[in-house]
């Protein structure tokens, strides 16, 4: 089985590896009653908020350049005091988690009708929000699948978080369905000289058990469906090129 899609190529180049699909993110909540108690659900809302805020500024730390100043701003997207108010003001007719979900979606529908570059914000908007949401259900948030072996990564979008610190040596390319040239994934992509596809549209629904990809030729992106020991590599190693980026065909 093989497929193939079209995005836009923001940094071209070629490599042939196994692929790995991005776990689902967090899922929505499910709406509860107002909390009895709701300024104990404000206090675990601050300190959700706080606590992810103080991860991601951690995480910038151990990064240098556009990855450290994309973390350092969803770091403060995180903490965002009118996000954070507006959750807890919802807290006399919801729970907690169905506040922040609600209130994020909200911010992120207002950033997109401004389009251009704040369109391009979305993404961290959602991900700051799945992040705060599994600080209060007290699970880990999604993040890049391990792998003993190089491989390009398929998701949706990545978040800043994500993009920023992963490891250019096991992930060796990316392919996400969404997103745009000005988006983080983008900017972080060509910050680590990745090859990457982005808005390749349903790239993601390829079944998931023995894939190889090969990205390339801005905004191409072949899958192929392989056995669990053919993977190749074109000789000397992927193939990185330029940065600039380009509307891509399918040939």
């Known amino acids: 089985m093989s497929a193939e899609y079209t995005g836009i190529g923001v940094v071209p180049g070629r490599v042939v590896a196994p692929a790995k699909i991005m776990p689902p993110p967090i899922a929505a ?12 659900e404000a206090t675990r809302i601050r300190e959700a908020s706080a606590a992810v805020h103080a ?28 996000i954070v108010k507006a959750a807890i003001k919802r807290l006399d007719r919801t729970d907690a988690e169905t506040a922040v979900w609600t209130v994020a979606g909200e911010t992120a529908v207002q950033l997109e009708k401004l389009g251009g570059y704040m369109a391009q914000r979305v993404t961290d908007v959602f991900d700051v929000r799945a992040r705060i949401v599994a600080r209060l259900r007290g699970v880990p948030a999604p ?55 982005v808005a390749a ?33 074109p000789p000397g190693g992927p193939v990185r090129a330029g940065s600039s980026p380009s509307q891509g065909r399918a040939c």
């Not at 991860?55 to 005091?81: F, I, S």
């Not at 993040?143 to 060796?172: M, N, R, W």
């Not at 058990?209 to 392989?226: E, I």
């Open 143 to 197: 993040g890049i699948p391990h792998s003993a072996e190089p491989f390009v990564l398929i998701a949706t979008d990545l978040a800043p978080a994500d993009t920023a610190t992963l490891d250019p040596e096991t992930v060796i390319a990316l392919v996400c369905a969404e997103g745009g040239p000005q988006s983080h994934t983008a900017i972080l992509a060509r910050s680590l000289g990745l090859p990457a596809v």
């Open 201 to 233: 549209g349903v790239c993601w629904r390829f079944p998931k058990t023995h894939r190889s990809t090969s990205t390339g030729r801005a905004g191409y992106c072949g899958l192929s469906r392989v056995g669990p020991r053919t993977t190749s590599s």
């Open 29 to 40: 909540p499910a709406e509860r009653p107002a909390p009895q108690d709701a300024q104990s």
């Open 55 to 82: 991860e991601l500024l951690e995480r910038a730390e151990a990064v240098t350049g556009d990855a450290r100043d994309v973390l350092k701003t969803t770091a403060q997207m995180a903490k965002d005091p009118a």
